[in-house]
């Protein structure tokens, strides 16, 4: 990554704190070895596979919060241009609009500006992935049985984030010199879900209908 481009993706621009894999843990361990993958230039499809002898569920755990912190960070360059008034409802696109609904406050599908439903997506995620019964991070307890299922929601969530970024501020990440390392962002995001069919593929429709062809897998 250039210089510049590291000035851009500093860590002052995070939306919210990374969430770190502890030292010494298998989820460490897999994570490096994820990183040390993509930083070898393979081929992203292949970077992606499950490792030989590793538990897919432990590989999943891994990419979702690794795929949180990107996509944290993507946002968080652009945060400053989504507001109520550029953006007064969270959509990707004349076409598609996400509304949000957690159960507690927002008990039905709720339309909300963008910024708002951002906030509300990092903290639903945020307290998801810091929940050790839903991502228990010691060796030998288990994943619960709806575990594939609950990343299921978050990728899916996590996915419109990039909807969201690139059919409405991608200009502000072409004029920060970014949209080489943004696109490759979300082809790893996209060939690690369409891998392990952890999104409808209906769901990924707004990046193929909606944009550059060149952008799209």
Known sequence: ?????????????????????????????????????????????????????????????????DF??????????????????????????????????????????TALPAPQYMNLLMDWIEVQINNEDLFPTNVGVPFPKNFLQICKKILCRLFRVFVHVYIHHFDRIIIMGAEAHVNTCYKHFYYFVTEFNLIDRKELEPLFKGMNACVCP
């Open 1 to 65: 990554m250039s210089t510049a481009l590291k000035q851009v993706f500093n860590k002052d621009k995070t939306f919210r704190p990374k969430r770190k894999f502890e030292p010494g843990t298998q989820r460490f361990e897999l994570h490096k070895r994820a990183q040390a993958s993509l930083n070898s230039g393979v081929d992203l499809k292949a970077a992606v596979q499950l490792p030989s002898g590793e538990d897919q569920n432990d590989w999943v755990a891994v990419h979702v919060v």
């Open 68 to 109: 949180f912190n990107r996509i944290n960070l993507i946002y968080g360059t652009i945060c400053e241009f989504c507001t109520e008034k550029t953006c007064p409802v969270m959509a990707g696109g004349p076409k598609y609009e996400y509304r949000w609904q957690d159960d507690m406050k927002y008990k039905k599908p």
